[in-house]
């Protein structure tokens, strides 16, 4: 079975080679909700099974509004998730375009392998429309950006990003329910993370042979956007189209951060990755307190940040080996507001172990 070694390699991967820029293909045809197949109502983000990008993924445009403003009381939290979606929707038309058949069982997985790829594409390529669709037709619906996710053809590590993408995914429809105005948008966002939890448990059964279970709940952390920012990496800059708003929107452009476990000394260190964003402990009093603050299942657990190693001690209180946890670095405790978070998210992935 494939080696969930990688998985750590894909997430370190630099990203290197633009890819071709996206036609900039204007089609107001996606505006009309009855255009083209209806997801519920037709079989094509089903079982599509073509190589070609299935309908609405072949129209990479963002389709202009006859207003500026926001016109309907979700749009915002839409246009964030379809920013989104069109990064994770290319993720697996390039997998689909990349690979076949047996790019997969000479890693000794199942033959089914790349037909579970191609559904889960047509998955996604529904959920655009989705998001397309409950985008009012006055504001600005965005359209896809050019992404480079450096898996240069090799399928163990594109393996190893799409379990990655998919746990996100499950983390951040959790935290942009929070957010939500109205029943129908939050029972949308729970219908599609159930979607992006069967994903995520076929990944794990047939791809890493590991148990799916991850305990009585997956993790929730309140600040959605902080986690779609993590997506922003993906983005070739400079090709999305013009037409589209900022993404996350609001932003707040943490420092990012990675956690390293050391469970054999009880800590972890967090490295800031990029070096033009780094944070500064001193702005507001020099001695004063930071803290890591781990969120997993329905709970966090806050302890004290030691801003001259950059460590914090582990949450042994967590289930081992389960699940997700999401880290983040803040001046009070538990972060209880969005203000209190200075540095982060930092995905600590359990399952797969790596």
């Not at 240069?152 to 594109?158: L, M, P, R």
């Not at 996100?168 to 935290?175: C, D, K, R, V």
């Amino acid at each position: 079975m494939y080696s969930s070694s990688s998985l750590l390699i894909a997430l370190l991967a630099a990203t290197t080679t633009a890819l071709p820029a996206p036609q900039n293909n204007l089609n107001a045809s996606l505006a009309n909700p009855n255009y083209g197949p209806v997801p519920g109502e037709s079989r094509t983000y089903v079982d599509y099974s073509k190589t070609a990008a299935p309908f609405p993924g072949n129209i990479t445009g963002a389709i202009l509004p006859t207003e500026t403003g926001l016109a309907g009381p979700d749009d915002l939290l839409f246009q964030n998730l379809l920013s989104a979606e069109w990064a994770i929707f290319d993720f697996y038309q390039q997998g689909v375009e990349a690979f076949n058949v047996s790019s997969f069982t000479e890693l000794g997985l199942p033959n089914t392998t790349y037909d579970r790829v191609m559904q889960i594409r047509d998955n996604e390529a529904g959920h655009l429309r989705i998001f397309q669709d409950s985008i009012s037709n006055t504001s600005v619906k965005p359209g896809a950006c050019t992404y480079d996710y450096g898996f240069n053809g090799n399928a163990s590590v594109w393996l190893a990003l799409q379990v990655s993408l998919e746990v996100i995914s499950m983390a951040f429809l959790t935290g942009l329910v929070r957010e939500a105005t109205n029943l129908d948008t939050m029972s949308a966002l729970v219908a599609i993370g159930e979607v992006e939890s069967r994903h995520n448990t076929w990944a794990l059964i047939d791809v890493w042979n590991q148990n799916p279970f991850s305990g009585p709940s997956d993790t929730v952390f309140p600040y959605a956007n902080e986690i779609l920012d993590l997506t922003r990496q993906y983005i070739v800059p400079g090709s999305c189209p013009a037409a589209n708003p900022t993404y996350p929107l609001p932003r707040q452009n943490l420092p990012a951060t990675t956690a390293v476990i050391e469970k054999a000394k009880g800590l972890v260190e967090f490295e800031f990755t990029d070096p033009h964003n780094q944070p500064d402990w001193y702005s507001e009093q020099r001695d004063r307190q930071y803290y890591a603050v781990y969120f997993h299942g329905v709970h966090n657990i806050t302890k004290p940040f030691d801003t001259k190693t950059n460590t914090s001690a582990y949450p042994a209180e967590f289930d081992a080996g389960e699940g997700l946890l999401i880290a983040v670095i803040a001046n009070e405790i538990d972060a209880p507001t969005l203000d209190s978070v200075i540095a982060g998210p930092a995905l600590i992935i359990e399952q797969p172990i790596f």
